[in-house]
């Protein structure tokens, strides 16, 4: 895709999302993965509806976290059976529509969240399936962002959840089908990886004993890494197969005729390296000593949640879109056009002699892209979101923040 001729027609920035990467990302993780295995696409990572609709076509499954990821899941032409409702603090008004809109699938967080599934779901019809989230006794260290094993609001510690095993039991419109555990994202180490769904699988099958529950579904999260804004390729995941199928064998023997079924998570994986951000330099100055390169995009379109930790803050790699010599790069900081200091992407870059006008790009950030930044910061436009198959143009759009009278 030749850069240049898309700005002039699209304008800058702009997202460029490939569905041929995406393809490939995805037949990549599935090879490392037991078989057979549901892999659950998480909207969280990119929800745009192109991508979401590449993946379920090529048979992921759909988790969502919100009525609007499964809105877009619905409009994809998603199969309701094919869906799990996930995250904390889900609402009783959220659970009915989700149950409504045909949901049948959810990941409990709580027994005061199992109740409220209870309350809503319909008598007559087949009963709502459950998945326990779990939170094991056993941290598990060496994810990017480990989320259980220590103190968390995700899921139910193990014990808590043996304590009031009875009211597991309670009702008929809601059954247990099994167990959730999602140790942390993006873990770039293939042996942690690894020793985290095998403690999983360990948890989940002496729980299902204890709790006395024949598991029919076993989600044992993910965690699959991707470079973040840089650029560079995943570590090989693809030894977990062999791994995982000889744990299953000894501890789920049903699993292989899929009982219990065995269910995988991924967002970043699986999107991350279909996207790149392209920006124009607005402006380049020195400034007591430091060279500034100024982008037309920054931290609104960009990894704004860094600056919650829920993205490590790493330093972005800016790379020139036309051949520069890689002798004269020079120290510089690469930062964006919002009025505050924590806009930047790059405050020890290495840069060759750019001017404005030239274009930069960002490469793997399909995943946490755009909707994990500070979008409605400073009341900027958009960047444009451009997905191509290849060299074939498939769609151009762009969001909107509304305000609407209540
Ligand atoms: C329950 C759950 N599933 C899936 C994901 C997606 O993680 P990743 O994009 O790193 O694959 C997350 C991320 O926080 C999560 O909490």
Redesign the pocket.
Known sequence: MDYEDLRARYGSPFYLYDLKILRHSCSMLRQALPNPAILFY?L??NPHPLLVQELLNLGCWA?VSSLGELHVVLEAGGDKADILY?GPGKSRAELQRAVEMGVRWF?VESLTELEKLRSVAIDGNPPLQAIMRINPDQEYTGAG?A?TGTPSQ?GTDEQALLRELKKLHLSENVQIAGFHI?NG??TGNFETLSDSFLSSIQVMARLARECGIKLKFVDL????GYPYAVEGSPSNFGGLKVRLESALDDLMPGWRSEEPSIAF?????LAAASGTLVSTVMDIKESKGSRFIILDSGIHHLGGMAGLGRIPRVQYDILPVSEMPADRHEPAKVVGPLCTPLDFFNKSARMPALRPGDLVYVPNVG??GITASLLGFLSREMPVEIVVDGDEIKQVSQLTLNRIEK
């Open positions: 998480s969280k990572a988790e996930t990941s962002l989320m995700f999602f994202t993006n999260g993910g965690g699959f998570e991924s967002g970043r994986y995943a946490y």
